[in-house]
């Protein structure tokens, strides 16, 4: 997959971005990807503030990424490859309450990463 430039960015995900659902709603494809590991990080309940990240239920919560730098905390997920427009897509659906950062992962590829805000 490219835009015409070669361009392809990693994106860690660990949630919602690997529901087949929410695959086709944002990118109109489902994505294959790589197992892969964050070091120093875990996962925490936050609130969301997109419901359609959020599972049905009253209070919206959803799973929030943190750093805590202790190496013995991770998170379990896969990379997948996105075009800088597949990118932006993924951006739109979860920048509510995060930001994208770029992380080095357990198998030493650099990804992009939502985290909470």
Request: zero cysteines; hydrophobic letters at 35%.
């Amino acid at each position: 997959m490219s835009d015409g430039s070669g361009t392809v960015e990693s994106l860690f995900t660990y949630g919602v971005l690997q529901t087949p659902d929410v695959q086709l709603d944002t990118f109109g494809r489902l994505l294959h990807g790589e197992d892969d590991t964050l070091p120093a990080f875990r996962l925490d309940d936050g609130e969301s503030g997109d419901e359609r990240a959020a599972p049905p239920a009253p209070a919206h919560r959803r799973r929030v990424l943190r750093h805590t730098g202790d190496p013995r905390d991770r998170v379990f997920g896969q990379v997948v490859r996105l075009s800088p427009d597949e990118l932006d897509a993924a951006d739109e659906y979860l920048m509510s309450g995060s930001r994208r950062i770029s992380v080095v992962l357990t198998s030493g590829l650099s990804a992009w990463v939502y985290v909470g805000a």
